[in-house]
């Protein structure tokens, strides 16, 4: 498709588990960010991908958090032992080098 | 610390009353203000980028400004399909970070 896409759109878990969030960037765009959203707030800054390599994963929270991009091009977004206040819309976006992003419609993770 | 912060958090308005929404930012060599539209739901719709002070960007019903502390978004005779949440957001110069405020939401009644 033409837009960023984002698998799965709902995730229900319960405490504990292991999740995957995946992200499948508009072609061509190098930059991938990663930001997590809860109600009412605005995203937060988790991690920044500039082709294979994390440029910037100052805001993922905690050692639970990990993210690659192996190819340079569909990225990946783990959690470990997951906790309620993981619970929140994880939303993905990609960009040209410096340009303006372009997000997913975001993965809505519940953690039971 | 790099920070952008947006007021009023909601705001109000009746169809074809005028307004503004804030955006103020504390980010060392802004290297791009960018305003995005958010409806339930959905993920941030890009809107405009503004590079330097003084520059202004429009589209339709909105105009978005920029000084060397704030940027507006200026909301001219707006109708209830313009009610969503209006997002702020700045790259500094050293990074290619991103950092989003909070958000105004934006509600018009007919």
């Known amino acids: 498709g033409a837009g960023v896409s984002q698998t799965p759109s709902n995730k229900v878990t319960e405490k504990g588990k292991y999740v995957e969030l995946r992200c499948d960037p508009i072609?061509?765009?190098?930059?991938l960010y990663w930001y997590r959203q809860s109600l009412g707030q605005g995203p937060e800054f988790l991690i920044y991908?500039?082709?294979?390599?994390?440029?910037?994963d100052s805001g993922l929270p905690n050692d639970r958090f990990f993210a690659v991009r192996p190819e340079g091009s569909v990225s990946t977004l783990k959690i470990q032992r997951t906790e309620r206040g993981d619970s929140a819309v994880y939303l993905c976006?990609?960009?040209?080098?410096?340009?303006?992003?372009?997000f997913g419609e975001g993965s809505r993770l519940t953690v039971l | 610390e790099d920070q952008v912060t947006q007021s009023p958090e909601a705001l109000r308005l009746q169809e074809g009353e005028s307004s503004s929404l804030n955006c103020s930012y504390t980010?060392?060599?802004?290297?791009?203000l960018f305003w995005y539209r958010q409806d339930p739901g959905k993920g941030p719709e890009f809107l405009f980028t503004?590079?330097?002070a003084g520059e202004e960007k429009e589209k339709e019903r909105l105009k978005a400004t920029l000084t060397k502390k704030e940027s507006f978004l200026h909301i001219t005779a707006p109708k209830p399909e313009d009610s969503a949440t209006y997002l702020c957001?700045?790259?500094?110069?050293?990074?290619?970070?991103?950092?989003f405020g909070s958000g105004t939401r934006l509600s018009i009644r007919p």
């Open positions: 980010v060392s060599g802004l290297r791009g």
């Open positions: 991908f500039q082709g294979t390599g994390a440029a910037d």
């Open positions: 503004l590079y330097s």
């Open positions: 072609s061509g765009h190098t930059a």
């Open positions: 957001a700045a790259r500094e110069s050293s990074a290619s970070k991103i950092i």
């Open positions: 976006a990609s960009s040209f080098e410096t340009g303006e992003l372009f």
